[in-house]
């Protein structure tokens, strides 16, 4: 005589494949976003890559943020990384395109573009669906003041990134245009933040350099959330040395938005 289950018997059952799932799915969920973030990461050392034989390319100078320069078909101005800048009617402040929403014309090529594989390189699996990028270049620059001048004058006017060393803001293009630094100028680039995981109307963003900090960023007023954590509360960065790492909001120090470090307590050293 055959032997059914009962009916308890496969409750049972089903319980155990019901308490199995519950603790397993979480760690696949767990482990596609841990390859996700590797993903982002091995796409953000290629565009670190990128900067390093722009720099060898072009006299060991780094590129402009965003630079005046017409090119038939899209809009002047080129920004460091490509994207779609003809995207938007509008354009604030001063800056063409919006990679926070879908292409809808041609890739405008970025300076660092020809040494990328392809465009998918600029994607982390993780952005928000419709951005064409999730990257910003970092914007600390003499074009803007700082709360934090007032307990170190000598810091005005010497923030800068290795991409925003000088500029003409709009008053002949109307637009920024921005002048690189020449690699000598960068005290210590494996110290030095080049780009960051971000969400912004403009690859660029300097979002970080009017409040007054040093030791321990604002986490207020959406200054967190604007870092766009991709990544479990952390975010991955490029570094002026070529290197890439994930980063913690609070792990952050004003130094490594400039490249001078000497105009800051202990040069810098934290």
Known sequence: MKR???????LVVIAIIAILAAILFPVFAQAKEAAKATQCLSNMKQIGMACMLYL?????????????????????????????????????????????????????????????KNEAVKQCPDRKSGQQTAIALSAFSNAYSSGYYSVNPG????????????????????????????????ERPAETFVAWEHLSYAPICNFLQPPNWFNSPPDQGGYKEHFNFLHHDGTNTIWADGHAKRFLFG????????CRKDIYPNDGQL
Do not use: M
Not at 68 to 88: E, K, T
Not at 155 to 165: D, I, V
Not at 166 to 176: E, L
């Open 4 to 10: 059914a289950f009962t009916l308890i018997e496969l």
């Open 56 to 116: 060898n390319d072009n006299d060991d100078c780094w590129f402009g943020a965003e630079s005046w320069s017409p090119l038939p078909g899209f809009a002047p101005q080129q920004p460091w990384i490509g994207f779609d800048n003809n995207n938007s009617t509008t354009y604030l402040p001063y800056f063409y395109g919006d990679p926070s929403i879908p292409a809808t014309h041609a890739i405008r090529p970025g300076a660092v573009d020809p040494y990328l």
């Open 155 to 186: 810091a005005a006017g010497n923030e800068w990134g290795p991409a925003t060393k000088s500029y003409d803001q709009y008053f002949t293009h109307g637009i920024f245009d921005y002048v690189g630094a020449n690699n000598s100028d960068l």
């Open 251 to 258: 792990q952050l120090r004003r130094p490594y938005f400039s």
